[in-house]
């Protein structure tokens, strides 16, 4: 165990601190972490954590996710500029004035926003559960979704819901295209083709399934097949060899990557942890009106 990886381990047991880190962040904090999973999964545990301190691993929004989850413990984000691009593509000014015009609506933000965004809706989603969340809304009503427009037609497809949708993408998922896919197929002609659901409706149609990054993980895991492309942020890969040692994986080309994912580094847990730098603090009112959407959508 290298002496950042040993300090760190020191710190937490003193600080009763977890460490929660997404899927995509590089290996080294993958493996310094108590938990890793996609963003419905880290929710999931930064709410049963009751630990007194937690340590995000990953974008801003995840870790104001987990603040809202667990407003008694201490949220560490050892980096707070790493960001979202598509998070920010939702002001929560604009979601007011769009409800103003929408009374009767149904707002669903997937969990990628701002806290000052969730603020405005009715309930989340993550790319796990969007399909569950759009069927829990009564027929006839009006919705809109937001931010991810892709996410949002590729569930309009599968539920056959209409949605009103807002013009936010992933800039690393949106800029997967169709040809990339059959590039792959060409050259791996035995490999089942994972996508994420923020790719474009076409992309996820040309793959065999387009799923979480926890639902990828399954998947392989669950799968006889013993050679997958992976069409998401590469991160994912170091996971899905670890635990699938006899299979093999190739990323889609150009290689997808999150350089805000990227941002975080073992060192920054470590300065973190020493000096309770990158705390995560939400205004009161936020905290209370965020946290109703994301506890609605648990609630299913
Ligand atoms: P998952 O919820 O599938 O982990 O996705 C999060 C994300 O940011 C994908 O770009
Ligand atoms: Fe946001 Fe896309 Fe990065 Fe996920 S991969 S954190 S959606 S910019």
Redesign the pocket.
């Known amino acids: 165990m290298d002496s950042i990886t040993e300090k760190i381990r020191v710190l937490k047991e003193r600080r009763g601190a977890v460490i929660l880190a997404?899927?995509?962040v590089c290996p080294e904090v993958q493996d310094i972490a108590d938990f890793v999973?996609?963003?419905?999964e880290l929710s999931i545990k930064a709410r049963d954590a009751k630990a007194e301190v937690i340590v995000f691993c990953g974008?801003s929004f995840m870790a104001e996710t987990a603040k809202l989850l667990s407003p008694d413990s201490t949220v560490l984000h050892p980096v707070r500029e790493a960001g979202?691009a598509?998070a920010d593509m939702a002001k929560a000014e604009d979601i007011a004035s769009w409800r103003k015009a929408h009374p009767g609506a149904v707002i669903v933000a997937y969990?990628?926003t701002t806290a000052a965004a969730k603020a405005q809706v009715d309930i989340c989603c993550?790319?796990?559960n969007a399909e569950k969340v759009i069927r829990s809304i009564p027929e006839g009503k009006e919705i809109m979704f937001l931010p991810d427009r892709n996410l949002g037609r590729n569930v309009m497809n599968s539920t056959g819901r209409k949605m009103a949708l807002w013009p936010g993408f992933?800039p690393?998922?949106d800029r997967i295209e169709k040809a990339a896919l059959e590039a792959a197929r060409k050259a791996h002609p035995g490999a089942l083709l994972m996508v994420?659901p923020?790719c474009a409706p076409e992309v996820a149609a040309a793959a065999d399934t387009a799923?979480?990054?926890?639902?990828m993980l399954r998947f392989v895991a669950q799968s006889e097949a013993k050679e997958f492309i992976v069409g998401?942020?590469s991160g994912i890969i170091h996971r899905l060899k670890k635990e699938n040692p006899g299979k093999v994986f190739y990323p889609l080309l150009p290689l997808p990557t999150?350089a805000d994912m990227k941002k975080l580094r073992p060192e920054d847990i470590l300065a973190s942890l020493e000096s309770g730098c990158g705390e995560v603090v939400l205004p009161q009112e936020i905290m209370e009106r965020a946290r109703l959407p994301v506890d609605r959508m648990l609630a299913l």
């Open positions: 997404h899927n995509y999973g996609d963003s419905l974008v979202c598509m969990v990628n993550t790319s796990a992933c690393v998922h994420h923020e799923l979480s990054t926890g639902g998401t942020e999150c």
